[in-house]
């Protein structure tokens, strides 16, 4: 499946104006860690499939639906079995803004079960199968109705997510549409940012509230601190350049915005659960 594999990116090749991949997977071949720019969704139709991720295993159950967000270190032991797996080019996807906003809020991978939520597993395990049967048939409005079924679906994770945040926050719509808006800005900043040092200060003030309530609200609406999403995205950043082997773990952690090597190997150790020696050490020898 894949084809073109340098170091641990892969370059993924949709052909002339096609923006997606739908592998019908039958290989029982293991594929090494990587990484891609791309957006993935896996869908087992016989056998359980098995996914590694950031050094956490994601066991898949037939029916069950596997969202892993770009940019995600991942690998696949050999497994016998059938499934469906859904490449999507990510800049056609966060070309369009509405849909950005939409992709910035899904920063870890998602297994969608029926003990999640029985309603949002049926539809992302429907819109998978209706992708694959658009998939066969030739016509030229097939990649828009697969790109309609694919943002159907990740709509219905963020108004899942959204609905678990309104419970929480205790809110009504209007209040969580300006969280939502505000938020995202928030996100939006410290992923442009996170190299630097971010304050608390200036969060608040990006999203216009008092620094207390923003971080009391930020970590009912996101899941987690914001303290937690920016080490999360500074230790994202440091995996990609560990893979360098011109680049020291010092340096490393200086360009991924840790301010001492101390909290870099702290952080990254409870994120990735090993040390980034170990990590630049391990997928060294892959």
């Not at 991949?21 to 896996?42: G, K, M, R, S, T």
């Not at 309603?119 to 790109?147: G, P």
């Not at 959204?162 to 549409?177: A, F, G, I, M, P």
């Not at 969060?203 to 914001?226: C, D, P, T, W």
Request: with cysteine.
């Amino acid at each position: 499946m894949i084809k073109h594999l340098s170091g641990d990116y892969e370059t993924v090749e949709y052909g002339s104006k096609r923006s997606f991949l739908l592998h019908d997977n039958y290989d029982n071949e293991a594929y090494p860690v990587h990484w891609h720019n791309d957006f993935e969704i896996i869908l087992p139709l016989e056998n359980r499939y098995r996914v590694v991720i950031g050094g956490v295993e994601y066991v898949i159950p037939v029916g069950d639906v596997l969202i892993i967000p770009p940019a995600e270190l991942h690998s696949m032991p050999a497994v016998p079995g059938h499934r469906l797996i859904l490449q999507y080019d990510n800049s056609v996807l966060s070309g369009v803004p509405a849909v950005e906003q939409i992709m910035r809020s899904l920063t870890s991978p998602l297994l969608i079960d029926k003990e999640l939520d029985k309603e949002l597993h049926s539809l992302a395990k429907k819109i998978m199968l209706d992708i694959y049967s658009l998939n066969r048939k030739t016509s030229e409005i097939t990649d828009v109705k697969i790109f309609t079924a694919l943002v159907t679906l990740l709509t219905a994770v963020r108004e899942f997510q959204l609905s678990r945040s309104k419970t929480l926050l205790e809110c009504d719509d209007v209040q969580l549409d300006e969280y939502n808006e505000k938020f995202s800005a928030v996100m939006k900043y410290i992923d442009t940012n996170y190299m630097y040092d971010i304050t608390l200060e200036r969060l608040a003030e990006v999203a216009g509230y008092s620094k207390y309530h923003f971080s009391r609200i930020f970590k009912q609406f996101n899941s987690m601190s914001y303290i937690r999403y920016i080490n999360a995205r500074r230790t994202k950043a440091a995996e990609h350049l560990l893979f360098d082997p011109n680049l020291s773990v010092t340096e490393v952690a200086m360009m991924s915005g840790f301010k001492s090597l101390t909290t870099f190997n702290r952080i990254f150790k409870e994120i990735k659960h090993c040390t980034p020696t170990d990590f630049k050490k391990l997928y060294s020898e892959h």
